[in-house]
Every structure is written in C-alpha cells, then in structure tokens.
C-alpha cells in the first residue's frame, strides 16, 4: 500500500475542497483527534460554534480507516446533523481528497430498523397493528382517511425505493401509517425470514462494512455496545459528536416502561395465538397498584406493586412459553410480533423485582393523558459505558459545551472516565473563531429577586418586556418550564398587542416557529428544552436571548435526586456533581444561541439573581462563552436599543427542505465547515466571570464593549441600513459598513468571497458557503469586480 498523505496535506485539500479558510482551532483539533488514534487513548475536544469540527474529525477518520482498512463510526444526537455529515460534508470531503488519496472515501448511513421498510410486512408476512379497521397496510384504500392515504403512498414508494430508509420519503408520514411498514429489531425474524435477501436493513449493513465512515446515532451505538448485537461493523474509532447529549441518550436507551396500556397491547397481539385472560387480569391489577402510589420515586416495590408484577411476570412466563415454536421453522410474523411483546413486558418486570443496586424506580402519572407508569433506570451509566464504549477503541467526544466550570472533570465523571481504573483521556479547548467579548453581553438582572417556585414574578415580566421593547423584538425567551414560557408569552401578548409578535413553543411545528421568528425582526420566540439546545438563527433576528432562571433539575426528579444522594454518601457534594452540572450545560447550550456567526452581535439576559449571589455563581459563569459582564440594566437597555437601529435587514430564512441519504449530485459546500473565521477567542476571559461593573473604569471598558457589539463606533446609522435603489451602497472592506441587500459583509466575508470566486464556485455555492442569498452574493461581487462561475 503506498503511503498516505500527511494530516496537513489532507486538511489543506479538504479546506480548499469546500471553500474554506484555514483555522487554527479546527487544526488544532485535528490534529489532537490524529494524536489520540495514535497513542490509543481517548480524547474530549470542546470546540466552539463556527470552529468547523466535523472537519477537522472527518478528516482523520478518514486517514485512519485507509490506513487500517476498518471503517470509522462517527455517532451524533440529532438527525439535523446526521443529515450534514452524510448530504453536505462527506460528498465534498470526498470529492476534496480522492486526488491525494487514489480513491474517493466512501460512507454511509445506518439507523435502526424501525427506518427502513420491511419487505415481508409490506406482502402480508406480519399482522396489521390496526387490524379491523381501514388503516391495515393490506386492506386500505383511497378513501381510508389520512392514515389510509399515507399508507397506500407508502405501497407505491416501496416499489421505487433503492434504499427503503424513512427519510428519503418526502414528505413524510404520520408514525401510525409508518408502523404498518416496518418493524422493529425484536420483531424482526432476521435469517429466518423469507425475503431476507431483500431486507433494506440487511443491505445497508452489508455495504457500511465496505466504507470508510459509518454516521449513526447515538441510541443506536450504546445498543450496538451494550448488547453485543453486532449491527454495526468492526472498528476501532468512534467519534461522539454532541457529546454533552450522550449520557442522557444512553440513559434513555436503557430505561424501561410498565404501563396497563402496553401490557393490553402485548396481551392483544398474543390473544391471536392463545389465551392471554391472566396477562390482562394483571394490567388491571398494576393500575390499581399505581393509583395508590403517588408521583414520584420509589425506594422499595411494595407489597401491592410486587403481587401486580408477580402476576404479570407469571402471565409472561406462560404466554412466551406457549409462543415458542416446536421448530424454528415454523416461526412467522405473527409468532415472532407476539413474542416480542411479551418478552418485553416479562423482562421489564424481572428487572424491577431484582431491585439491582443502581436502578432508581419510579411512578409517574401524566395529568393530561391519565396514563400512570413504573419506570426504572439506571442511576448511572458511567461504568457501563467506561466498559462498553472506552472499550478496544480509541473514542473522540466532542461537542462546543464539554468543558463546565473551567474543567473537563465533570462530564469525564459521567462519561465513566474518572476515578480508579479509569482510561487514559485528554481534555483539549480549541476555542472558537468568535470574539465573544466583542461580539455579546452578559448581563445579569441582579435588582430581581430570587425565582420562587410560583412562576414568573411581575418584577421579571417588567423586565422581560422592558428589555424586548428595547430590543425591539429580535428576543429567544429560554424557559426552565413549559408553563413558565406560556405564562410569559401570554403576558406579552397582552402588553405588545400587535406591536411586537411573541410566538411560543407547542403552537405549531418547531420548524415552522423557528423560520417564523427567523424572517421577522419584530418576532419575539419562547419556549423550553428544545430551544436551548436547537436553535440555530443567525443574524439580526436574534439579538437578546433571555433566560428566566438558572436551569437546575427538578427537586423532585427521581435520577439526579438519586445522583446526588449517592454521591454525597461517598463524602462528594451531590449537588455540585449533579445538579450544577447539568444547569452549567444547559446555560452554556442557551447562551450559545446567541452568538452563531462572526457578524452577530446581541445580549444574553439572565433574570436570576443567583447567577451572581450564591456559592456556586462563579462555576456556572465559568462554563458560559466568554461574553462581556455586566448588572448595569441602563448600559444594557442602551446597548440593545442601538443594536436594534443599527441592525441590517433580515434575511428571510429558506423554506422548509427535503433531505435524503443519496448523495447530492450537485454538492455544496459545508456550512459547519467553511464559515468565516473571526477573531481568535478571548478563552482567558471565561475565567473572570460576571462582575457587577460598579467602578466607573469597569463602566467604561463595557460601554466600549458595547461599542464593539454594534452600539457605537460602527459608522451612521445611515451606513448599515440596506440602501435604496437610487444610491448604491459603497464598496468597502470594513466591517459592517458594506451593504447589499440588507447583508453586511465584513473583510473576511469580502476575502472568502474573492477566494470562492477565484476557486470556480458558482453564486449558488457562494451563497450556501456564507450563508446569505444568492442575489446578495451576486450585488456584492458586481461590486467588487469579480463573477462567479456561469455568470
């Protein structure tokens, strides 16, 4: 085999190939990700928005599976960037490094089987899941409804299908019509079944063994590890990225359910083989046992608990057993649906009746639903993955919020890499290309008083609409609750009237929200979870996120009150471990919503006083972006005032798209890796935390802050206003006074734009390149001297 190209050749080729600029984070990155598969050890990479990570991982992983002829497994959290790695970043990498390599990298997708078709379900070989009405997969017609609608689509897209993958059907269908196609793993009858030469599945796990870079998720990695069921290929990387996601998935993959509705639903599957009366005598014991219990965690089973589980455990045990072919032979849809079920439910109630030492139970009752369940799930899963993820590979985690309190010890504790035993890890900061000092404010209301457990006090909604209203809108409301986010938007409502939207989550597609917010600068956007961590809306619409309280777990959380009362019998401070853990990651998810470009500017708001009066104030300000600090309410009123007159034009954000796994046959380039660089990062000023800024030196050095954030010093108004037809705007290399078509476009904007235009980029891929319009590519190249490609 003839030598590779270095690292820095591949990364020079790939930075060109997608028309980037070289970065000296996302080289550094790289270069620790080569270090880590070297040495054979781990690595934690806390890499900032706009570094181009995926990149700067890609590009080594791609290295070392040529090198080792195994591929690498690249696992995300969220489909959003799943579809990137695959749609946008891997064809360019590809096409950028075939030259240097003799052979184009290859790559491939794999998800679990409830994504794909299932052939056999498709020809009648399984039972509708609503057999006896008009919505079965064998039995539907034109006039069935919605569902029925979705599922005769589904009938007719199966026969044009290549790969039978979920999300190349567009646009999609509802969940109900998607199960009566497909399966899941447990109902699957894997060799035994008749079409298996055919099975989508089968076919898409054949061809991951033969690429370069396998992308899954990360459920379906921790399934992969923990059950040893081989789904996916021999390796001997694994890249986490959106790592600060991976504790909570894998908890989630290995907590399990009891509910009377998914017992009924077991029974009625198994009814159609044998009798199943014991198996709902003991759903309807279990929901008297749970309506005795109150919400919340349980120390013990109970005496009622333990007999309603002993008879479902025993209905289980028979009913599986009279479900058991003679002959494997004789196993079929029906049997291996039936079997599954019930082997869920028996296993489910022998992992309770255990009592396992690290298992936390508890009761839950949903107000809105009336459904009651008993849950069980692990109280930690740091060993678990420390034996089945750090195992016989090297394993890069990476996320832009891994670093809490000024230290990666916290997420390695949960990661399983601490304490005796442990693995050899490194923790590496590479920054971020934005200035966040210059760019962002984080001011704190200190005048408030602290948040109480009755919602929102009227003190925090006058500053909530006193700060919009200096905003002018352009406000991400992050809430710690739903009823929180609802009772503010109400509120505003009823203040704004129509002057200034405010849009709440829950109300329609987040998708639909976020665009909506996104076009219009007056738009106003609340809402919870979600929005903390998926929001991405750079740009003038987004100038003031306002967060209500610091973001702790709730007192009565089964999870992280079992956490923390382990951990303080160990002698540790529960608390820190724990609780301020996960608000220092949620505070650095939600302010990070600022700040997604070089040319965003704005103001982080927290309305609770304790980011600045209790103990651990200083821990949560060390895990936040280096944004400048300050209580003064009139600086920052100010600051977003001026923000808000000098704000170029919004940008209307692009209507909802289609992805699909097949390869573009036109790429263009990567947004997570070609974004302008910026100035390098203040990371030294992570560590000064907020400061109440009394003196008047402390007064001058934020309003020079806030200068540079936009509020002064950046030319008249006049300036950076999107200019009329009749005076075309100047042709300038200075920041933020170059205007076309309500963009502005900054030096670097300007030199990445000639770099694209002297590459042979087209409009289009200049466009995506720097994440503006193609007519505002276009008037800002007629203004320079220059064209694109074909124009």
């Not at 060799?191 to 898409?204: H, L, N, R, T």
């Not at 061809?207 to 459920?219: G, L, M």
Request: hydrophobic residues 40%.
């Amino acid at each position: 085999m003839p030598e590779l190209p270095s690292l820095d050749e591949l990364m020079s080729a790939a930075v060109s190939g997608v028309g980037g600029v070289p970065r000296p984070g996302q080289s550094t990155m790289a270069n620790a990700v080569q270090e880590a598969i070297e040495r054979d050890e781990h690595l934690l990479v806390q890499a900032g928005t706009g570094t181009g990570k995926s990149l700067a991982y890609l590009v080594p992983a791609i290295r070392h599976a040529f090198e080792v002829n195994k591929p690498a497994i690249v696992a995300t959290a969220t489909l959003a960037l799943q579809a990137q790695i695959v749609d946008r970043d891997m064809p360019r990498l590809a096409d950028a490094l075939e030259p240097l390599l003799g052979r184009r990298p290859t790559y491939a997708l794999v998800k679990g089987r409830r994504n794909y078709l299932c052939q056999h379900k498709l020809t009648g070989g399984y039972p509708d899941d609503d057999e006896g009405t008009l919505m079965g997969v064998g039995q539907v017609d034109e006039h069935a409804g919605r569902t029925g609608r979705e599922v005769v689509r589904l009938r007719e897209w199966a026969d044009e299908t290549e790969s039978g993958d979920r999300d190349e059907l567009v646009p999609g269908v509802s969940e109900r019509a998607w199960r009566q196609v497909s399966v899941s793993s447990h109902e699957c009858l894997g060799s035994k079944c008749p079409v298996v030469e055919d099975c989508f599945v089968e076919m898409a796990r054949a061809d991951a063994k033969e690429v370069d870079v396998v992308v899954t998720n990360h459920s379906f990695m921790a399934i992969d590890a923990f059950e040893g069921r081989q789904m996916l290929p021999e390796h001997d990387l694994l890249v986490v990225d959106e790592a600060h996601e991976l504790v909570d998935r894998v908890t989630a993959t290995i907590t399990d359910e009891l509910t009377t509705g998914t017992i009924n639903a077991a029974a009625k599957r198994c009814g159609r083989l044998t009798e199943t009366d014991d198996l709902k005598r003991g759903a309807e014991v279990l929901g008297e046992a749970l309506e005795q219990h109150q919400e919340g965690r349980l120390l013990g089973v109970s005496d009622v608990l333990e007999a309603a589980l002993r008879t479902i455990l025993d209905a289980s045990r028979s009913i599986a057993s009279e479900l058991k072919p003679t002959n494997p032979q004789d196993n079929d849809g029906v049997r291996q649906m039936a079997r599954a079920a019930i082997d869920e439910i028996f296993e489910t109630c022998e992992r309770i009746l255990e009592e396992r030492e690290l298992d936390v139970l508890w009761v839950s009752h949903n107000q809105r639903t009336g459904v009651s369940a008993l849950r069980v799930a692990p109280m930690s899963v740091a060993m678990l993955m420390r034996d089945k993820i750090f195992g016989e590979r090297s394993v890069v985690m990476t996320s832009a919020t891994l670093e809490l309190g000024g230290s990666f010890d916290a997420v390695a504790g949960t990661l399983g890499l601490r304490g005796a035993g442990g693995p050899q890890w490194k923790g590496l900061d590479v920054g971020s290309p934005f200035d966040y000092p210059k760019q962002g404010i984080a001011y704190v209301a200190q005048h408030l008083p602290p948040p109480g457990r009755d919602g929102l006090s009227p003190q925090a909604l006058d500053e909530i609409e006193t700060l919009v209203r200096a905003a002018g809108g352009r406000t991400l409301g992050l809430f710690s609750s739903m009823r929180a986010a609802q009772a503010a938007a109400e509120a505003m409502r009823e203040r704004f009237g129509d002057e200034i939207p405010v849009l709440c989550q829950g109300e329609d597609q987040m998708g639909t929200l976020v665009r909506t917010f996104a076009a219009d600068a007056r738009t106003c956007l609340f809402g919870t979870l979600t929005l903390w961590q998926g929001v991405d809306v750079p740009g003038s619409s987004l100038q003031l996120v306002i967060i209500d309280r610091i973001p702790f777990p709730r007192p009565d959380d089964p999870l992280a009150s079992a956490r923390s009362q382990a951990i303080a019998k160990m002698g540790g401070n529960g608390f820190m471990a724990v609780s301020a853990t996960h608000a220092a990651l949620r505070l650095a998810q939600g302010a990070g919503r600022l700040i997604r470009h070089t040319d965003d500017r704005g103001v982080v708001a927290f309305l609770d006083s304790r980011m600045m009066t209790a103990r651990y104030a200083g821990f949560l300000q060390r895990s936040l972006p280096p944004f400048w600090p300050t209580t003064d309410r009139a600086l920052i009123l100010k600051a977003l005032a001026r923000l808000d007159e000098n704000a170029p034009d919004v940008t209307p954000p692009p209507a909802a798209g289609t992805r699909s796994t097949k390869q573009p046959s036109v790429p263009s380039p990567s947004s997570s890796s070609v974004r302008s660089s910026g100035a390098s990062s203040a990371s030294s000023a992570a560590s000064s935390g907020l400061s109440a800024g009394s003196s008047a030196d402390a007064k001058e050095r934020a309003l020079a802050a806030a200068a540079a954030a936009g509020v002064s010093g950046m030319g008249t108004a006049s300036a950076i206003k999107a200019p009329t037809k009749s005076t075309p705007p100047p042709v300038d290399d200075t920041a933020r006074t170059a205007v076309t078509g309500g963009e502005a476009w900054t030096a670097e904007s300007d030199e990445e734009l000639r770099e694209g235009v002297s590459m042979g980029l087209s409009a289009e891929e200049l466009a995506d390149h720097l994440e503006l319009s193609a007519e505002s590519v276009l008037a800002r190249c007629a203004q320079l001297g220059i064209r694109p490609a074909g124009e």
